[in-house]
């Protein structure tokens, strides 16, 4: 009984510092932030509509990197596919696609990608937004939204900027 007592005594102790040392509240954090981005494509499938546009398929592995070291998606590699849509002139009309980033744990979390602009005097290459969702493991729970830039594209390798707020819970 007093053996049943001390080790009762003994879990409720121990409950305190395992629920402060569990990762997920560990992780648990908001914030903004912002990095680079730089991107190597893998593959590419172009077909040709009849009206003069093209629509392209991409496969690239994609490295992020933030400005914050303590942003949870910091020094991460992301696989990204995506899909473009080419005016008859080869101008992006619109593209949109998603990314699964993951850490050296395996641990991850999912964004879709949207372009909203190109071309334009305020976005020379092209710019657009992005939003988490899907994380798993200790990025279960992450949300957020952000806007990314790209600066240069030079023989299937891209690199811009991004920014953005984000939140596990």
Known sequence: MLRRLFCGLAMAAAL?????????????????????????????ETTELADGRTVVMSHTAQATFADDADHPLANQRADCTGQFVLSADGEVMSGNGTCFSRDGDGDGVSYWWVVDSAGTDDCPDLCGSFTYYGGYGKYAGMTG?????????????????????????
């Open 145 to 169: 939204s952000g806007t990314w830039r790209r600066n240069a594209l030079v023989g299937g390798m891209g690199m811009g900027t991004w920014s953005s707020s984000y939140s596990i819970r």
């Open 16 to 44: 305190p510092v395992l629920l402060l040392t569990s990762p997920s509240l560990l992780l648990a954090q908001s914030g903004q932030s912002a990095g680079q981005w730089s991107s190597h494509t893998l593959s590419e």
